[in-house]
């Protein structure tokens, strides 16, 4: 939501329209453009690629994604969709994840073996936390031209409780059930191992030393 709110904003009084496929994420969304009282902010959800945009061809002067193409199964049909509905000679910026990047410190071994963890999960449900380099090759496929390459960090860790905010949504992430089901039956981790490594982030996540850059 935050994201959506900020380009709102910098685009009004131009008109914003928001998709996702989670109509929680969509509902917090539309509390924080309430609470701002953005008018210019619409909200639909969409399932891509599994279905259609609900909007005719060549309707936006621009697209923005943020780490969504990394978890789907095919991006490429993803992009197709988005090519259709973008106007001619609009544009397309695209962000996703690129693990091999990340820098985290302390390094620890369990630290270390969370992020593992995410990875073998997200991995296991068709996505690719690698996917970052692979934007020029698949949009050059898709059919966009002019394509312009760069990378960055997402600070994590920039604000003294940012760190812990973000171990917090981790450890969240593998207490939910059906994850905690899924590692366990596939053997990605004991429960032993995951209780240590919960702790593990928890600690490291109080730590004034602990940095986690995310590179996109």
Not at 9 to 18: D, S
Not at 140 to 166: C, D, M, Q, R, W
Request: a neutral charge; hydrophobic letters at 40%; aromatic letters at 8%.
């Amino acid at each position: 939501g935050s994201i959506t709110v900020g380009i709102g904003k910098f685009v009004a009084p131009g008109q914003v329209t928001a998709l996702d496929n989670d109509a929680s994420a969509l509902e917090k969304t539309k509390t924080r453009i309430q609470t701002e009282d953005i008018q210019t902010i619409s909200l639909s959800k969409s399932d891509l690629p599994a279905h259609p945009l609900p909007f005719a061809s060549e309707s936006f002067d621009a697209v923005w994604m943020h780490a969504v193409l990394y978890h789907l199964r095919d991006p490429a049909a993803c992009l197709a969709e988005i090519y259709r509905v973008l106007k001619p000679n609009g544009f397309i910026a695209v962000r996703d994840s690129y693990y091999p990047g990340d820098i985290l410190y302390p390094s620890l071994a369990l630290i270390k073996r969370a992020f593992q963890l995410t990875k073998l999960l997200l991995e296991s449900h068709g996505a690719d936390p690698n996917f970052g380099p692979k934007h020029r090759e698949i949009l050059t496929n898709v059919g966009f031209k002019a394509i312009t390459v760069s990378g960055s960090y997402e600070a994590l860790s920039g604000a003294p409780t940012s760190l812990a905010t973000y171990v917090k949504t981790h450890v969240e992430f593998l207490r939910q059930a059906e994850k905690r089901r899924e590692i366990l039956a596939r053997r990605f981790a004991t429960e032993e191992e995951l209780q240590a490594i919960e702790a593990a982030l928890l600690d490291w996540g109080h730590n004034p030393s602990g940095v986690f850059l995310r590179c996109r």
